[in-house]
């Protein structure tokens, strides 16, 4: 469902997000300074979600919760599902983030 604005409510984000819980598959978050990075949603329930995303450094990921009412979620269609167990699909889930990345300690 959408709010008076257009944008989905967070218990409607919530459902298309937990539907990417899978260590095997992987959805593209954009910050307002960084754009295309590749993440893991680790968790999510109505009001936050939680993403490992990958940096620089091969071993190191930034764990990151966020509140659901600073995303806004849509389709990358310039990737593609990662599972072999599961049937390919063309586009992942793709987190737009209203503000911009947090410093990695």
């Known amino acids: 469902m ?4 257009g944008a989905m409510e967070s218990s409607d984000k919530a459902a298309s997000i937990r539907q990417w819980i899978n260590p095997e598959e992987r959805v593209t978050v954009d ?6 990075l590749n993440a893991e949603v680790i968790e999510c329930d109505d009001q ?19 509140p659901l009412s600073m995303v806004s979620i849509g389709e990358d269609k310039s990737h593609y599902t990662r599972d072999p167990d599961k ?12 503000e911009a990345r947090p410093q990695a300690v």
């Open 2 to 5: 959408r709010d008076m604005e």
């Open 31 to 36: 910050f307002e300074n960084e754009h295309d």
């Open 48 to 66: 936050t979600v939680t993403l490992l995303l990958e940096t620089a450094f091969p071993h190191y990921k930034q764990h990151l919760t966020l």
């Open 87 to 98: 049937p390919i699909q063309y586009g992942r889930l793709r987190i737009t983030v209203h």
